[in-house]
């Protein structure tokens, strides 16, 4: 109908019908309910015993039922409902005509005495209806979606919503969020304290800075459910925006930038960053589900706090605000003019260096084990009930260098300027920070810069010149260890005959100082172990094998590792991200990042590029077998094994299963690293 009639049709054919109805009667209520809820709650519908209860037909006979039923509706009413038969449970309802029919019956019947609230709320209050039992749990289903459920492009709507497109009409058609608030809070108490109405109530109340009231929702909610990582996002998110008003306030300058003065906005702001702490602790131990969303918005609030407290007038106003705000925040140093104002606080906020610090590298390692390849090449993560971070590659990049930027300012503001020079007396913590600045921060950072390239080089060979001369004798720490291989593959993508590329023997030498025992490692490490050590053509059969066994047992753990990150979620939503694939150079030009295929599979939608690689099409490219090497093995019972490894069989992973041989047959296929291991893809059956 949307596409065969115009929308005049649909207006004249519902005015022809609803010429001489009786506005009062109680049939003429029922469409404006199935109406309400048409409109609003895709594929809903009433039943058959609901309608009669509200119309008040008594049944002696089941099988007159239905003529009984017809005999009791208007004419309108036989000309819009259409009539539903469950296949399984046989249950009749009745539902308009189509939703378009719906939406006009709506507005016309409505006209300009009432508005969508107020049968919104009639509905709610319509005890008949809700109290019925025979076919309760669809109803209730229906009514709880036209309160709460957001609308979603990916469930087949036309646009994303931040409440349900009920809520929004009374806030943005009608003008009239009070009204909003109220029938949520009607809907609460028809729904028995239902904690995810208190949720949408605080998620409203915020939108609208009413902050005291929506933190008493969101707290009730979280009584209800203290293990839901979604309603702890949203008591977080609460305490995130009235810090963002508090901050508003200040920079508006209607406050004062001084210690007392600020108390109040850094209290909200902790309070905020213990809520997402709280999320995070809660969304790591459900195994059903992926919400990664504290941990991003705890570097947000993080951030925002570093930033009110750089410039608090103790700091800003002084030459050596900078080292002062420092001293504060990473020794047991306070100034004078915080020690008392600020007395509740001083403990937590020296944490804050690490805490963000943690949430960053969490966030790297998540972004680092799966696709994030939706829209313009990134995916957005699995979004929590409030808000989502669209580009999470692009974000972390951002908010790393953001991160280090405050807690190194007055240094690496000198090192982004040509031909500056690095103060010879930095602690190694400056220098860290300043390698954050400079997006050298964590394994996600280095790699993003092979999309973005801009100014690429100089800044990769900025961050290597932070580490020291002789790192093998320096004794790094494993992810300082990561960051500096890392930095120097990825300029090695970039810029191959740069001088400041370390040789692969030296990288794989630094990789010793990596923990013996795999279980200490972190991910990425073992990632490097699999990579860095994957044996060269002009190895010997020794070498070969011992190099072999160094990623055998990497693998091993970081199989463990993947399954401990998948939790009980299937693959399909959640896939592996390959980084490099084997190419046919030597040394560190053996490593193909991905990024390098792009331009051989320009296609329009990231869907379409996906399939391309699953059936196989984009491998056939003659620029792929230029570039990557085509390595032998052989399938046994469904599974791949690599050609090589002597001592113990080497099981590859193949990347799309259904590409893997029924039958037992020797193969070739590119190798891919990933952080659950070496992964095989293009398998192909040797004739």
């Not at 901050?247 to 906005?265: E, F, H, L, P, V």
Request: with cysteine.
């Amino acid at each position: 109908m949307s596409e065969e009639f115009t929308e005049d049709y649909v207006q004249q054919f519902v005015e022809h019908l609803l010429q001489d109805i009786d506005r009062r009667s109680v049939v003429t209520r029922l469409i404006h309910y199935v109406a309400l809820l048409n409109t609003y709650v895709q594929n809903s519908f009433i039943s058959q015993s609901h309608c009669e209860a509200l119309l008040a037909l008594t049944m002696y006979m089941e099988r007159f039922r239905h003529h009984e039923f017809e005999r009791s509706l208007s004419d309108q009413a036989k000309l819009v409902f259409l009539h539903l038969r469950d296949d399984k449970t046989h249950i009749e309802s009745i539902r308009i005509i189509h939703p378009l029919v719906a939406k006009e019956i709506l507005q016309q019947l409505l006209g300009d005495q009432q508005t969508h609230s107020s049968l919104a709320m009639d509905l709610l209050c319509e005890s008949v209806l809700f109290e019925h039992r025979f076919g309760r749990e669809e109803y209730l289903s229906f009514l709880r979606a036209l309160f709460i459920r957001r609308s979603r492009i990916s469930k087949g709507d036309e646009y994303d919503s931040f409440f349900s497109p009920l809520i929004e009409h009374v806030c943005e058609i009608e003008k009239n969020p009070d009204k909003a608030i109220e029938l949520l809070k009607e809907a609460f108490e028809c729904f028995h304290k239902d904690p995810f109405f208190a949720q949408q109530l605080a998620r409203l109340l915020y939108t609208y800075e009413k902050f005291e009231e929506a933190k008493y929702w969101a707290e009730t909610a979280a009584k209800q459910l203290p293990n839901n990582s979604y309603i702890l996002d949203t008591r977080g998110q609460v305490y995130r925006k009235w810090f963002q008003a508090k901050c508003k306030a200040i920079d508006n300058g209607s406050i004062r930038n001084t210690a007392q003065n600020t108390a109040d906005a850094v209290e909200t702001a902790l309070k905020a960053l213990e809520c997402f702490q709280e999320c995070e602790r809660a969304a790591d131990a459900d195994m059903e589900n992926v919400n990664s969303s504290g941990y991003f918005a705890e570097v947000e609030v993080g951030c925002s706090l570093l930033k009110l407290i750089s410039s608090l007038q103790v700091f800003a106003n002084r030459a050596n605000g900078h080292s002062e705000c420092m001293k504060y925040l990473l020794t047991d140093y306070i100034p004078e003019e915080l020690e008392d104002a600020w007395e509740p606080f001083h403990g937590r906020l020296k944490k804050l260096h690490k805490t963000l610090q943690d949430a960053l590298e969490w966030i790297s390692e998540d972004l680092s084990y799966f696709q994030t390849d939706i829209g313009a090449d990134e995916e957005e993560i699995r979004e929590s009930p409030e808000e989502k971070i669209s580009h999470p590659l692009t974000w972390l990049s951002k908010k790393s260098s953001e991160y280090g930027k405050y807690f190194s300012e007055a240094y690496s503001t000198a090192l982004l300027h040509p031909g500056e020079s690095i103060p010879n007396n930095l602690t190694p913590l400056q220098k860290r920070m300043i390698i954050y600045h400079l997006g050298g921060g964590n394994i996600t950072s280095i790699l993003s810069k092979l999309t973005d390239q801009r100014d690429a080089v100089p800044l990769l060979e900025n961050i290597l010149s932070l580490y020291p001369s002789n790192p093998i004798k320096a004794k790094f720490g494993q992810r300082d260890i990561v960051n500096y291989i890392v930095a120097h593959i990825t300029l090695n993508c970039l810029s191959p005959q740069v001088p400041k590329v370390a040789p692969l023997k030296t990288l794989q030498a630094l990789c010793h100082q990596f923990p013996a025992d795999k279980k200490k490692c972190v991910p990425s490490a073992l990632f490097l172990l699999t990579l860095l050590f994957w044996p060269e053509d002009n190895d010997t059969d020794h070498e070969k094998e011992n190099k072999y066994e160094i990623v055998q047992s990497a693998v091993e753990h970081m199989e463990k590792g993947y399954w401990t990150k998948m939790k009980d979620i299937p693959q399909r939503k959640r896939r592996l991200y390959t980084h490099f694939f084997l190419g046919n150079g030597n040394g560190l030009d053996k490593f193909v990042h991905k990024k390098k295929f792009e331009r051989v599979t320009k296609v329009v939608s990231v869907s379409e590029k996906r399939m391309k690689w699953f059936r196989g099409e984009a491998w056939k490219k003659p620029e792929i077998a230029e570039m990557l090497k085509c390595v032998s093995g052989w399938t046994e019972d469904g599974v791949v094994y690599l050609e090589g490894p002597q001592k113990k069989k080497f099981s590859i992973l193949p990347l799309h299963v259904p590409s893997v041989p029924h039958s037992n047959e020797n193969i070739t296929f590119y190798l891919g690293f990933t952080f659950r291991g070496p992964v095989a893809c293009n398998i192909v059956v040797k004739k």
